[in-house]
């Protein structure tokens, strides 16, 4: 099960819902436009795959290795590397704090029209504050999430595929029920092939 944490697979990951987000992008644009769905918002889902691909190049370089390589550089270079933590765990605290604040007020003040793209949004939201607190590498949260594992995978890892799980499946669901609802085309054979 180690193949899971490797980065071919990461990237692979945030590929693949990269393009669930783009496909749904793509139908919702095709009914607002068709059906004059006016609650549908496309942009949306693209700017969704955008920061996907984003995240997807990202973990193909390994920018959590690359930028907290060069922060222990910089940190010994200008002489605070033993003082690290001082500046590490405001931040990771900080970050926190933003997401918590963020969830709660999205899920008190988004508008009722915009409410079906909520839990994807808390989803990516949530995907990237994650990234964030990797990337300030305390070494705290890393021997929690780099440290440990389950079933030869990191538990960090554990968690950004299970976010990228929830995206999907709620990709995927909001995609089911689009072409579920989706009229007939005009002009249409019936079963007989004559129209």
Not at 49 to 66: C, N, P, Y
Request: some cysteine; overall charge positive.
């Amino acid at each position: 099960m180690s193949w899971l944490g490797s980065t071919w697979f990461l990237t692979a990951t945030y590929c693949v819902v990269a393009v669930l987000t783009l496909i749904l992008g793509r139908a919702e644009a095709v009914s607002k436009r068709l059906n004059g769905a006016r609650h549908l918002w496309p942009n949306f889902w693209y700017g969704t795959t955008l920061l996907l691909l984003v995240m997807a190049l990202g973990r193909s370089i390994d920018t959590f290795q690359l930028l907290g390589d060069l922060g222990r550089r910089q940190a010994r270079a200008e002489g605070w590397y033993q003082n690290r933590r001082a500046v590490q765990a405001p931040i990771v605290g900080l970050i926190a704090v933003t997401w918590g604040v963020t969830v709660l007020a999205a899920i008190w003040r988004v508008p009722e029209r915009r409410r079906r793209y909520l839990p994807s949004a808390l989803v990516i939201f949530s995907l990237a504050c994650f990234g964030s607190i990797m990337l300030v590498s305390l070494h705290q949260v890393d021997s929690v999430l780099l440290r440990r594992d389950v079933a030869g995978v990191h538990v960090g890892v554990v968690i950004e595929l299970a976010l990228l799980l929830a995206e999907s499946i709620l990709v995927s669901s909001k995609l089911t029920d689009l072409w579920s609802r989706r009229p007939p085309l005009a002009g249409a054979a019936g079963p007989s092939g004559r129209q």
